[in-house]
């Protein structure tokens, strides 16, 4: 069964610090990931994709991911946090079975402090 | 371009009650997808359309609940008798065509979801 995990409910950063929101998954075949954010009271908002190619994704807000086959991850990264970046982030796997479906991590809050 | 619009925002209503939940998705969009968001469950698909036919309903929790929708658009999602369980985010996402049998993806873009509390 294809399942994705998002190890910390929570991570907290400084303002200006790189970030990084942990997902892994577990899938057979060729994995299309993905990353959403939400704000507060809005739904979600596409950050960005891999299907295939280039294991570095970039994404939107300056946000990009690194897609390891080996690992078994997707992680999501930042170089330089903003507090504007808090919000509540899901990765999400298509799958394979269904029509395009996706199965969803349960999220990881983040808090960027000034 | 104007994005996945839902409507109520928010829906209170007692339990036993039915209700309807609306999305209109990006236009041109042929795909269109319900997921739930609940504190327990995290988020779920819920059914799948391709036009107006739903050939994925598999997520749906119980016969309480149906979906339709009309003129390849608007979708409405029905939950009859509502009970305390159903209070959820429901999210609606739309994409363009997906392909089937040929390994086609289509990034889904959600709408601001309806909040829905049973009392």
């Known amino acids: 069964a294809q399942s994705v995990a998002q190890p910390e409910d929570q991570v907290n950063v400084a303002e200006g610090n790189p970030l990084t929101v942990k997902c892994t998954y577990s899938?057979?075949?060729?994995?299309?990931l993905f990353w959403y954010v939400q704000y507060p009271n809005r739904g979600l908002q596409f950050l960005l994709k891999y299907i295939t190619g280039d294991n570095l994704v970039k994404g939107s807000y300056g946000f990009e991911a690194e897609f390891n086959k080996s690992q078994t991850s997707f992680h999501l990264k930042k170089p330089s946090a903003l507090v504007s970046d808090s919000a509540l982030y899901f990765c999400?796997?298509?799958?394979?079975?269904?029509?395009?479906?996706?199965?969803f991590g349960a999220g990881t809050r983040l808090a960027v402090h000034p | 371009g104007a994005g996945v619009s839902q409507s109520p925002s928010n829906k209170v209503t007692e339990k036993g009650k039915d209700v309807e939940l609306r999305c209109d998705p990006i236009s041109g969009h042929t795909a269109l997808y319900w997921y739930r968001q609940s504190l327990g469950q995290g988020l779920e698909f819920l059914i799948y359309?391709?036009?107006?036919?739903?050939?994925?309903k598999s997520g749906l929790p119980s016969d309480r609940f149906s979906a339709e929708r009309t003129g390849g658009s608007v979708s409405t999602l029905t939950i009859q008798r509502t009970q305390q369980e159903d209070s959820a985010v429901y999210l609606c996402?739309?994409?363009?065509?997906?392909?089937?049998?040929?390994?086609?993806?289509?990034?889904?873009?959600f709408g601001p979801g309806t909040r829905l509390l049973v009392l």
């Open positions: 359309f391709q036009g107006n036919s739903a050939p994925d």
């Open positions: 999400a796997v298509r799958a394979l079975e269904g029509y395009n479906k996706l199965i």
């Open positions: 996402a739309s994409s363009l065509v997906f392909l089937i049998g040929q390994g086609g993806e289509e990034t889904q873009y």
């Open positions: 899938v057979s075949g060729n994995p299309y």
